[in-house]
């Protein structure tokens, strides 16, 4: 493995190369923010880092892209008094013993109650990823209709805890939806619905990539930020 670096004002640029028999140069950006520059075998080390430097806006933009799309949830504790988000309220945490293990939103309140085989913590995880499902499945069938228009259809919707990824859409178009997105108000749930919808129109973040965002989400600017700021 081949790896070199530039300098991009105060930030350093770190890049891996992979040689091989292709004619141009590519460059991309992972989900894991690691750039990859896919070069001829006949480019010499400086012609590349010219070309680096060039695309260096572009590589920060896609790092910053992919950054917002990272998860930083604030570490909360599962005892009573603490407080908990879901769907973008914040909720205070009462727990008790008892049976059968139960979640209940009342009064501003989420009450847990835990039978003395499980935490507080598996009872909670449990429930927002049943929320999750359901409330997913209930907001992105509307926008997967709307998507129709473009000829193209999820081939399956997945939830999976990502500690990277907020979304994600596969080759094969499959999408995946971070399950702690249902602590995140439904506006920002659906901008990653969306986010990762067109991307089974564009699958990079290009021009038209965005453009089609903006067609279909006029205000996701808005409702990234959200997600960044409450979620973080």
């Not at 590519?26 to 080390?45: D, F, K, L």
Request: hydrophobic share 35%; charged share 30%.
């Amino acid at each position: 493995m081949i790896t070199d670096s530039i300098r991009f004002g105060t930030e350093q640029i770190d890049y891996r190369i992979v040689y091989s028999a292709r004619k141009t140069l590519g460059i991309s950006v992972t989900p894991e923010m690691e750039i990859v520059v896919r070069a001829p075998e006949s480019i010499s080390a400086e012609k590349i880092k010219v070309i680096v430097r060039k695309k260096a806006v572009w590589i920060t933009k896609q790092r910053n892209n992919f950054e917002a799309f990272q998860p930083r949830t604030k570490s909360r504790k599962y005892i009573s008094g603490e407080t908990h988000l879901y769907l973008g309220r914040s909720y205070k945490l009462i727990v008790k013993s008892g049976s059968p293990d139960s979640v209940i939103l009342k009064n501003g309140e989420i009450q847990i109650t835990v039978n003395g085989k499980s935490t507080s913590k598996e009872v909670l995880s449990k429930w927002y990823r049943s929320r999750a499902e359901k409330t997913f499945n209930e907001m992105i069938n509307p926008i997967i209709r709307r998507f129709r228009k473009y000829k193209v259809e999820p081939s399956h919707i997945a939830l999976k805890v990502m500690p990277k990824r907020w979304g994600s859409c596969t080759p094969k178009g499959k999408i995946i939806l971070n399950p702690e997105l249902i602590k995140a108000p439904k506006g920002c749930i659906e901008y990653v619905m969306i986010h990762e919808m067109c991307h089974l129109v564009h699958h990079g973040h290009t021009r038209k990539f965005y453009e089609l965002q903006k067609r279909e989400m006029p205000d996701w600017e808005k409702w990234k930020m959200k997600l960044e700021r409450i979620l973080s």
